[in-house]
């Protein structure tokens, strides 16, 4: 296994152009369509995660990840998203849980399980309360960000063969190519928040959208938060690939429609409320 240091040495001195950066990502895209159609990962979106980690390996170590990697990284992916069910009090299946962690645990990942699920409960036992002002906002969405982060690291640790988590979680804030990744993680999760919103207002649960006790000022927060993760990271290895940049940039684009229509709806529904009140109240 290689420590961090040692990879972004080896990022730093073969940095790949645009033109093969794009070329090995339009091959790992292709390797990764039958994921679409596989039982494990469940999400389009997950499928996606792999095939950018694919891309980030390949560029790196001028080989794919094998077969057996991809699938340990698509049961990882689910295995998350049901522990985070659990947490925001969603429904759970409890034999799906265990079947997904008996998988991994023959696999040899007890440890990155054991390690990712105490870093959650500890992430999740300082959870924010709903509902406050703009300093809220803010507490809202580090916690967001931070569990994106735990999520994003132990995937990429295991996708990279790092030897521990600290480096993974190194990674999302030193490397350009992980840190754009988190970038698009959380965009995708701005734009989870804002269709959720209804939802999440009614379970309690801290989101962009219900941080704030006014949902326009809400939105105007998310709105700079989404500019502020559309920013293409630049670390010490440099900017990121040029196919993680364009999606990135897409993603980010894709995000900001979303707002603006949350907040044109938002509008529409205050005016009509005015407008309801003016008319009860006319004699």
């Known amino acids: 296994m290689l420590c961090l240091t040692e990879i972004e040495r080896r990022v730093t001195a073969a940095r790949p152009g645009p033109i093969r950066a794009s070329l090995v990502s339009v091959t790992c895209f292709l390797r990764g369509l039958p994921l679409f159609f596989c039982a494990a990962p469940r999400t389009p979106l997950r499928v996606l995660c792999i095939i950018a980690l694919?891309?980030?390996?390949?560029l790196r170590y001028a080989h794919p990840l094998s077969t057996k990697k991809r699938s340990e990284l698509a049961t990882f992916l689910d295995f998350q998203a049901c522990t985070n069910a659990a947490w925001d009090r969603k429904d759970l299946c409890v034999v799906e849980y265990q079947r997904l962690r008996q998988q991994l645990e023959k696999a040899g990942l007890r440890l990155w399980i054991d390690e990712y699920v105490t870093r959650l409960s500890e992430l999740e036992a300082r959870r924010p309360p709903i509902g406050g002002d703009q300093w809220r906002f803010e507490e809202v969405r580090l916690y967001r960000e931070?569990?994106?982060?735990?999520?994003?690291?132990?995937?990429?640790?295991?996708?990279?063969?790092?030897a521990r988590l600290e480096d993974g979680i190194r990674a999302t804030h030193d490397d350009s190519d992980v840190a754009t990744l988190l970038c698009m993680a959380m965009q995708c999760q701005i734009i989870d928040d804002?269709?959720?919103?209804?939802?999440?207002?009614?379970?309690?649960l801290p989101s962009f959208l219900t941080a704030s006790a006014s949902l326009s000022q809400a939105l105007a927060l998310t709105a700079e938060a989404g500019r502020f993760y559309a920013a293409s990271p630049r670390r010490?290895?440099?900017?990121?690939?040029?196919?993680?940049r364009t999606a990135l940039h897409v993603l980010s684009a894709v995000t900001t429609l979303v707002e603006r229509i949350a907040q044109t709806v938002c509008r529409v529904s205050v005016v009509r409320g005015v407008a309801f009140l003016r008319g009860r109240s006319r004699p």
């Open 146 to 162: 931070a569990v994106a982060r735990l999520s994003l690291a132990t995937i990429t640790a295991i996708a990279l063969n790092s």
């Open 236 to 244: 010490s290895t440099g900017s990121a690939v040029c196919p993680l």
């Open 194 to 204: 804002v269709i959720d919103y209804k939802k999440d207002l009614s379970a309690g």
């Open 54 to 58: 694919d891309t980030i390996h390949v």
